[in-house]
C-alpha cells in the first residue's frame, strides 16, 4: 500500500459518498413541506423527510431507490471483485493452515458485509415500494437496520474467533465441557495416525 494509492483510495470513497448524498440533498432541499415539522420516525433521514412533504414526490422516490441500488450493486461488485482476488491469492498459498485462516477471516468479513447491505437495502425497498406499512414497522425496520450491523458484527468476529470462542463456551458450558469440545478433534486425529479411523 502506498501513499498515492492511499490518496487515490481516500479521493475515490469521499467521490462516491458525496455523489449519493449530494444529489438527495438537493432534491429533498427543493421539496414543499406543508403538513408538520415533527417527523416520526426513529431518525432524521432521507425518506423520513419525504414521508412529511407533500406534493408529487414520486421522482424523488424513484431517484433515491435507484441510488441506493446502483451503490449496493456497484460496492458488491467491488468486494466481489477483490475477494475473488483474495480468495484466489489464499489457495495459492501452500501451507494449510494459513490457507484456512485465510478464508476464515474472509468468511467473516463477508458476513459482517452482507449483513450491512441487505438490512439497508431491504428497509429501503420496504419503505417506498409498500404503502400500506405501519409507522411502528417502519421505525422498527429502521432500528434494525441502524442497529443490527453494529451489534452483530462482535458476535461474527467473536463466534468466528477461536479464543473467544472457547472463552464464552468455558463460561457457559464449565469448564469440563469446553475441555471436551477442545480435545475432540485432538482426539480424532490421534486415532487416524494410529490407523483405527479411517481418512
Known amino acids: 500500500m502506498t501513499s498515492r494509492l492511499l490518496g487515490v483510495l481516500a479521493f475515490f470513497a469521499l467521490t462516491r459518498s458525496l455523489g449519493v448524498a449530494v444529489p438527495l440533498v438537493v432534491l429533498t432541499s427543493r421539496a414543499q413541506f406543508c ?17 412529511i412533504a407533500c406534493g408529487d414526490l414520486t421522482f424523488n422516490n424513484h431517484l433515491g431507490l435507484a441510488m441506493r441500488l446502483a451503490t449496493v450493486s456497484f460496492d ?14 489464499a489457495f495459492q498459498i501452500s501451507s494449510g493452515g ?23 437495502l431491504s428497509t429501503s425497498i420496504v419503505f417506498r415500494v409498500a404503502k400500506t406499512v405501519s409507522q411502528d414497522v417502519q421505525n422498527l425496520l429502521s432500528a434494525i437496520y441502524l442497529l443490527l450491523p453494529g451489534t452483530l458484527n462482535p458476535v461474527i468476529y467473536g463466534v468466528r474467533t477461536r479464543e473467544i470462542r472457547q472463552h464464552i463456551e468455558k463460561m457457559l458450558c464449565g469448564k469440563e465441557l469446553a475441555r471436551e469440545v477442545r480435545e475432540k478433534p485432538e482426539r480424532l ?11
Open 189 to 199: 486425529q490421534n486415532m487416524r495416525v494410529k490407523g483405527k479411523l479411517p481418512g
Open 76 to 89: 458488491l461488485a467491488l468486494l466481489g471483485t477483490s475477494y475473488t482476488r483474495i480468495i484466489y491469492a
Open 98 to 120: 494459513a490457507r484456512a485462516k485465510a478464508l476464515h477471516t474472509c468468511g467473516s468479513h463477508l458476513l459482517v458485509i452482507l449483513t450491512i447491505y441487505l438490512s439497508g
Open 35 to 51: 403538513r408538520t415539522a415533527v417527523i416520526r420516525h426513529f431518525t432524521c433521514e432521507y425518506i423520513a423527510l419525504l414521508s
